[in-house]
């Protein structure tokens, strides 16, 4: 499990990185429990959660997840050899998370935000702390294939008055640095232009560098690399690409419009990022690629992404032990030019279906 240096930071991370968001639902505390000691024993060091999960967020539900990562740090006394990412949701509209009132990515609801994930892992400092989306109107994903009108920034004419402008949340992340309870500040879910803006404000002295960026990034959503790419590697920013499997539809068991039970697509009904047009044809080409390789397209899959040169660490998540068995398996796989050929060959063909 070989590690990789995690932006500017003087943070060493594993090229897997353990995704925790079924904690709490799709998984019981000691299933979450179990998961963390095996990746653990395999090497891994580094574990990502946010405020938000469980998925799907639900008020019952919510907070969950890092209370599981907090009893079994306890449990085991091991903070000190993990490195702990987690996050603070973007405006919202769902009132569960800050007492009844919508949140924006002001100092108040941030404050209110780290405080409580601290308290539930049960630490007194975050590694990585990362905004879990965007405040202003965007795509989600921040990469999508086509673009409308676009919104106007929050210091201009004509943009929404309760716009929270980038300098300011970056202010607050100076604070929480300054304080202890972050060591280094992250984006998820952004887009070009926004990782440039917070660089830029950084660059001015106004809060902290930005250290990564967490964003889908799978064989049928390679909008990471039309512009995220070059702007990450020439600023030093790391990738750490959630959603290898795409949603698990890049694991073989949705194909043919298989929906098997206890499936998240069964349970929940929150893949249509993955159910777009034509995305059903392209999972299943590269899923038979990985086939026709000897592989499981689960791990076909995996070792795609931790293959790539911009990938500082895969987020990977997993229901079962045996899923997360084969994920952290992926690393071993060595990935040829005979494979990179025959994948951009399909996606010469079918582009991005999933963004």
């Known amino acids: 499990?070989?590690?990789?240096?995690?932006?500017?930071?003087?943070?060493?991370?594993?090229?897997?990185?353990?995704?925790?968001?079924?904690?709490?639902?799709?998984?019981?505390?000691?299933?979450?429990?179990?998961?963390?000691?095996?990746?653990?024993?395999?090497?891994?060091?580094?574990?990502?959660?946010?405020?938000?999960?469980?998925?799907?967020?639900?008020?019952?539900?919510?907070?969950?997840?890092?209370?599981?990562?907090?009893?079994?740090?306890?449990?085991?006394?091991?903070?000190?050899?993990?490195?702990?990412?987690?996050?603070?949701?973007?405006?919202?509209?769902?009132?569960?998370?800050?007492?009844?009132?919508?949140?924006?990515?002001?100092?108040?609801?941030?404050?209110?935000?780290?405080?409580?994930?601290?308290?539930?892992l049960g630490t007194d400092y975050l590694d990585l702390y990362q905004i879990h989306w965007p405040e202003r109107d965007i795509p989600w994903g921040a990469n999508p294939t086509r673009v409308g009108a676009v919104s106007p920034r929050a210091d201009?004419?004509?943009?929404?008055?309760?716009?929270?402008?980038?300098?300011?949340?970056?202010?607050?992340?100076?604070?929480?640095?300054?304080?202890?309870?972050?060591?280094?500040?992250?984006?998820?879910?952004?887009?070009?232009?926004g990782v440039m803006r917070f660089l830029a404000e950084a660059d001015k002295g106004i809060g902290p560098r930005v250290a990564s960026i967490q964003n889908a990034y799978n064989l049928v959503n390679r909008t990471f690399e039309v512009n995220l790419a070059e702007v990450c590697e020439r600023e030093q920013v790391s990738l750490l690409p959630y959603s290898p499997l795409a949603q698990g539809y890049l694991t073989g068991k949705y194909d043919h419009g298989a929906r098997p039970q206890g499936s998240r697509?069964?349970?929940?009904?929150?893949?249509?990022?993955y159910e777009t047009p034509n995305a059903a044809e392209a999972q299943l080409e590269y899923n038979e690629l990985a086939r026709s390789f000897g592989l499981e397209p689960a791990l076909f899959a995996n070792a795609y992404v931790s293959s790539r040169p911009f990938v500082t660490s895969n987020i990977v998540g997993a229901t079962t032990i045996s899923q997360l068995d084969m994920a952290l398996s992926s690393v071993e796989i060595v990935w040829t030019e005979e494979m990179q050929k025959a994948v951009d060959a399909i996606h010469q063909r079918v582009g991005n279906p999933c963004p």
């Open 1 to 120: 499990m070989h590690k990789r240096r995690l932006g500017r930071t003087d943070l060493l991370v594993t090229q897997i990185c353990l995704g925790s968001m079924t904690w709490g639902q799709q998984n019981t505390e000691a299933e979450g429990h179990a998961q963390m000691d095996l990746a653990f024993s395999r090497g891994v060091n580094f574990i990502d959660t946010a405020e938000l999960y469980p998925i799907p967020p639900k008020a019952e539900t919510q907070g969950r997840t890092e209370k599981i990562i907090g009893s079994w740090m306890k449990a085991n006394r091991n903070r000190d050899k993990v490195i702990l990412a987690s996050k603070v949701v973007g405006r919202t509209a769902n009132r569960w998370f800050r007492g009844d009132r919508p949140s924006q990515l002001v100092r108040a609801d941030i404050f209110d935000a780290v405080d409580k994930s601290l308290a539930k």
């Open 156 to 193: 201009s004419v004509g943009a929404p008055a309760d716009e929270t402008p980038i300098a300011e949340t970056l202010a607050v992340f100076d604070e929480l640095v300054k304080a202890g309870k972050i060591r280094h500040f992250g984006l998820s879910n952004e887009s070009s232009w």
């Open 265 to 273: 697509s069964q349970l929940f009904n929150r893949g249509q990022r």
